[in-house]
């Protein structure tokens, strides 16, 4: 086929060509893959840097406001295809490299994932990245720059192995180390009273160095920047103790700071508690804010302006000691009063609460804080005394001032830090409308009634470059033939797709796009998992963190069940289904661990009895991750979204899910909840108890055992599972997790279990109805727009950030 010249894309060929002789070092025949991968991404990167010099200046010039994020998890994933997508020149980098016999997907494989986060509050601060870049706001991610970032997940014989990831071992082409921005951490020591003034001697310091990664917008609008902080000792060797022999003291400095940055901790949720996770949040934390500090105060010159040219968004509690770094800066440093430093402080930072669980809420045992940061724990007091005193004034019972009170007095004493931050910051968040509701009136109903009005919700979004264009180009041919160009810039105006939704023809066009990418998947999936997939089966997909309470084991017990009734009754006309799970365990959860051996252990059974064929499989993908999830999500037609109502904040898989065309079986929980208000209860498959029927069940006395024992398929398949009929070299090894459903069942996969079995019978009936399937699916790609993170970052904008 002649290829039409295109300027473009000889440009960039000649760049690559230049690049890999005199930058990589390599003429065209020796360059190996690697090096060709190298060569285009710096010359792509030429052209961001232009622009990122070029939005640097608009922000000096304009002298607005900056948003700030701090965040000690980016999910970001790669960084080429959104590169390359949002400047436009995809078809050019392809049409450069296939000059050379190269393929661009198969370079695109050779970029490491970086994965510097655990699940949905890394993703979502990796898509706010984006989408801030794309409504050309001035903003700023801070980060930790771990060495390993999220482990790599081998299944073996069934069971989670964690590896660790090196995702800097062939270097980093989108960074660039920045030793002029370099500040000093402290941790321990004294607090010195001087006169009047204070000062902290602390007795151990750290020096944080910035690594900067530019964040192109669509279109390449504008290039904001994401700086992650490393650690190196102030005095990398002490050469007196090493010429005196001691080889291993004389590194101990640089080892301790090397930690600090050495791995992300690898869980969701109950926090570690540990000493070096603390290390962590205050390191990232002060070296931002110190940061911001230098940068406002060289621009502006005096902190009292800092809420009218900051804005300084936390991301969980996790940067929540920003509160007591930026008064300690306003009242040590710069020698304002309290008042008048509480006042900066609280306009300029805003929280976002991403959990209600419990176990999941930060606090810091008090000796431990006291012990590392000794002068924030005397302004962490001197807060805690005078909100007190405002809970006292208006006339708060006991109760109600220990709710708020930022310590926890029961037992050990704890710094709670999402008091802390509910304190400090003028805006506090939920991330949906259900989590912002029961915000108010479960865990922070005290401090609601304290501050009416700082709670707002904004509901998460993800961004449609990554999750619709990057990784479904396919359908977004067919929707942009189907409804014209607007959407690419606003996803709102999908709905578009609405008036056309019945169209047969484009209904065929959708399920072939489907198709192929069915086909894609299953390609890879038998490369990875040697199982072969019909991909004319319904793919029923759950992929996300395994935790209990987002109930990947309602999921395995009903594919028994289900088994179970293919097994009796071949001859019925069954669906063919594919049950895809995929997801990473927290280390040290041993339940998490055990439901991955589950899924396994059921799948191998499944996959292996020939009765039940064609019409069911079951895969477990190992090392779930983005670049997986970008593969998965468009390939499917089924999304589980399952937690028990109440529990998950808002989820963002079910918004990308539905985006991509697939149906959603869920419960009343999260953004599902706006997701079937948007797409109509016609084009969603809703089922379970509600959030406040799960309260009135727990607070009255819930019987999980009766339950069980009355539904036969229910009881059959929990039986079957506790007697080892998937663990015949192990017979007992879910005889507990069984017995945990029989007597306790906390996330009530009892009560919901026959509600959601007559749920999947309503997506099979669906499902049989292929012209009604495709109709639902457009109506889902069309009213899930609303989901943008575009729309996310706007609403942060106008009513926090004030941007
Ligand atoms: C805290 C202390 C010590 C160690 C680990 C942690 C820790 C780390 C990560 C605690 C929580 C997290 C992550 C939480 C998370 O991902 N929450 C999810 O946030 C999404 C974005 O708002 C929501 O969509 C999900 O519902 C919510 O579960």
Redesign the pocket.
């Known amino acids: 086929m002649q290829i039409s010249p295109n300027p473009e894309a000889e440009l960039l060929e000649a760049r690559i060509l230049d690049v890999l002789r005199h930058r990589v070092g390599k003429d065209e025949r020796a360059a190996k893959p690697h090096d060709w991968f190298n060569a285009a991404v710096l010359a792509l990167r030429d052209d961001v840097i232009d622009r990122w010099m070029e939005s640097t200046r608009k922000t000096y010039e304009a002298d607005g406001k900056r948003v700030y994020y701090l965040s ?2 980016f999910l970001i994933g790669r960084l080429l295809r959104d590169a390359m997508t949002n400047l436009g020149l995809v078809r050019e980098m392809e049409q450069a490299l296939r000059g050379h016999g190269l393929d661009l997907s198969a370079l695109e494989e050779l970029e490491p994932d970086a994965a510097l986060g ?7 601060a990796a898509c706010f990245m984006e989408s801030l870049a794309s409504l050309d706001i001035p903003a700023y991610g801070y980060g930790i720059r771990y060495v390993n970032g999220m482990f790599r997940q081998r299944v073996d014989d069934g069971w989670q192995v964690e590896l660790p990831e090196t995702w800097l071992a062939h270097g980093n082409p989108w960074e660039f180390e920045r030793r002029e921005s370099s500040y000093r951490i402290g941790y321990g020591g004294e607090v010195i009273a001087d006169g009047d003034a204070v000062a902290w001697r602390p007795a151990e310091q750290v020096e944080a160095t910035a690594f900067d990664t530019p964040v192109v917008g669509w279109r390449g609008k504008r290039v904001n920047t994401l700086r992650l902080w490393s650690a190196s000792a102030l005095d990398p060797i002490r050469l007196d103790a090493f010429n005196a022999g001691d080889h291993l003291g004389a590194l101990a400095d640089q080892m301790r700071a090397d930690s600090l940055v050495r791995v992300l ?1 690898p ?7 540990q000493e070096l ?1 603390l290390r962590q949040e205050y390191f990232f934390t002060s070296a931002s804010i110190q940061d911001i500090f230098r940068r406002h105060m060289q621009h502006h010159g005096d902190v009292r302006t800092l809420p009218d040219k900051a804005a300084i968004q936390l991301n ?1 509690t ?1 940067p929540a000691v920003a509160v007591a770094e930026i008064m300690r800066i306003l009242i040590d440093i710069h020698a304002l009063g309290y008042d008048e430093a509480w006042d900066i402080t609280q306009r300029t930072v805003g929280y ?1 609460n ?2 209600l669980l419990p176990e ?1 809420l ?1 606090s810091w045992p008090l000796p431990l804080f006291e012990r590392l940061l000794p002068r924030h724990m005397q302004i962490i007091y001197a807060i805690n005394s005078r909100v007190l005193r405002e809970a006292r004034k208006i006339g708060m019972d006991d109760a109600e001032v220990s709710a708020i009170s930022l310590i926890d007095e029961g037992g050990d004493r704890r710094v709670r830090m999402a008091n802390l931050a509910f304190a400090g910051a003028h805006s506090v968040n939920g ?2 409308a259900l ?1 912002t509701d029961l915000m108010k009136s479960t865990v922070f109903s005290s401090l609601h009634k304290l501050y009416p009005g700082k709670i707002n919700n904004k509901t ?1 979004g993800v961004t449609p470059r990554r999750w619709l264009q990057q990784c479904n180009p396919g359908l977004t041919a067919t929707l942009r033939d189907a409804i014209g160009d607007a959407f690419l810039d606003d996803a709102e105006q999908l709905v578009a797709l609405n008036a056309v939704a019945g169209d047969a023809i484009l209904g065929e066009r959708i399920a072939e796009v489907k198709r192929a990418n069915k086909v894609a998947l299953a390609a890879h999936l038998k490369d990875l998992t040697g199982i072969r997939l019909n991909p004319d089966a319904l793919f029923d997909v759950q992929v996300k ?1 395994i935790h209990e309470y987002k109930r990947q084991l309602l999921n395995l017990v009903e594919t028994v069940a289900l088994y179970d009734q293919i097994r009796s009754h071949p001859e019925r006309d069954w669906v063919p289904r594919v049950k895809i799970f995929g997801g990473k365990a927290a280390s040290s959860y041993h339940n998490a661990k055990l439901i991955i051996k589950l899924a396994n252990d059921i799948a191998r059974r499944i996959n292996a009895d020939p009765s039940v064929g064609g019409v069911l499989k079951v895969v477990f993908v190992p090392n779930y991750n983005v670049s997986l999830a970008e593969r998965i999500i468009p390939a499917a037609d089924l999304s589980e979204q399952i937690s028990t109502a109440g529990m ?5 898989g079910n918004m990308k899910f539905a985006l991509n065309g697939a149906l959603t079986i869920g419960t009343l929980d ?2 599902n909840i706006e997701i079937k208000d948007r797409v109509g209860d016609e084009n969603i498959v809703i089922f379970g108890l509600t959030a406040d029927e799960v309260a009135a069940q727990r607070a009255n006395g819930y019987d999980p055992r009766a339950l069980i024992e009355g539904n036969r398929e229910l009881h059959q398949a929990v039986e079957a599972i506790s007697l080892g009929v998937f663990s015949p070299d192990d017979p007992h090894r879910y005889t507990g997790l069984m017995d945990g459903l029989y007597n306790s069942d906390w996330f009530m996969l009892a009560a919901d279990f026959e509600s959601y079995a007559a749920a999947q019978r309503d997506v099979e009936r669906r499902w049989r109805d292929q012209q009604g399937w495709r109709k639902s699916a457009i109506h889902n790609i069309a009213n899930v727009g609303w989901f943008s993170s575009d729309r996310t970052i706007a609403e942060y904008a106008k009513d926090i950030w004030k941007v």
């Open positions: 000690l998890e655990n699940g949905g509050l890394g993703r979502l901790y869980a969701d949720s109950s926090p570690a508690g996770r969980d996790h976002t991403h959990t999941a930060e991330v949906a989590h998460n963190r998950e904040a808002s989820g963002t999260g953004a």
